[in-house]
């Protein structure tokens, strides 16, 4: 005898089916939720994340230009005021200079002065000699007048050739010292200081009794605390302290402030 399904039995195997058809068609991402199941088969669209890592990434630009922008406005202006302040330091030294100078130009000539009527001053040799001394020395005065002048112009590299100049055609003149000390001066700013000591140097060697020997010889012991060489720089600088004067001063602020 063969058994035949019943319609309720056809029905209940078909529920049965529809009803494994929904479990199966369940959603991925509640599938993921479940305790135990892999993330890695979760299918989600990656545009969300692209657009916060975009935005993350544009955000971090506008920061990083704008603190370059702050950190080159920083240097510009640190630039300006390297450059006020080494324009200041050369003209307080001109100033100076150009004052000194004029002290000791007075004295020179009120030591030159010759009674009027003297002998001295009517004597055939005497005119002649002045006549041929002059021209010279109005030549030597115009190159140093000339280098000195550029250098109060600020125009650093043309003084330094102007006198560099004046040096290579009177070595021995009248304004040598002057010219090595400017020369030491602007090597310095420049921060040249094997050229700077060089010219400092010869200032305190070759010229000892000249005004310009106290102070070249505290910016020779400046360079060479610059360079490291701290006893040398303490000798001379120590040395320079002991005396009176401007020079003086500044040497035994630039100990207490350096040692």
Known sequence: MKWRAGPIVVASVALSCLAMAAHAAAPVAEIAGAPGVSQGVVKT?????????STQTYYLLQSLRDELRVLRGMVEEQGNTIRLLKQRQVDDYLDLDRRLGGLTAGAVSAQGALPAGSSATNSPASST???????????????YE???????????AAAKQAFIAYLGKYPRGRYAANGHYWLGEIYML??????????????????????????????????????????????????????????????????????
């Open 129 to 143: 000699a002045m006549a041929v001394a002059k021209p010279a020395n109005d030549a030597e005065k115009a190159a």
């Open 190 to 259: 420049d921060n040249q200081l094997q050229e700077a000591s060089e010219a400092f140097a010869v200032v305190v060697a070759q010229y000892p009794a000249h005004r310009k020997m106290l102070d070249a010889s505290f910016k020779l012991g400046k360079v060479y605390h610059l360079q490291g060489k701290n006893e040398k720089a303490k000798a001379l600088l120590g040395k320079v302290a002991a005396t009176k004067g401007s020079a003086g001063k500044l040497a035994g602020d630039y100990l207490k402030a350096n040692f």
């Open 45 to 53: 669209s990656p545009q969300p994340a692209a657009t916060s890592a």
């Open 146 to 156: 000339k280098a000195y002048g550029v250098l109060k112009a600020g125009q650093m």
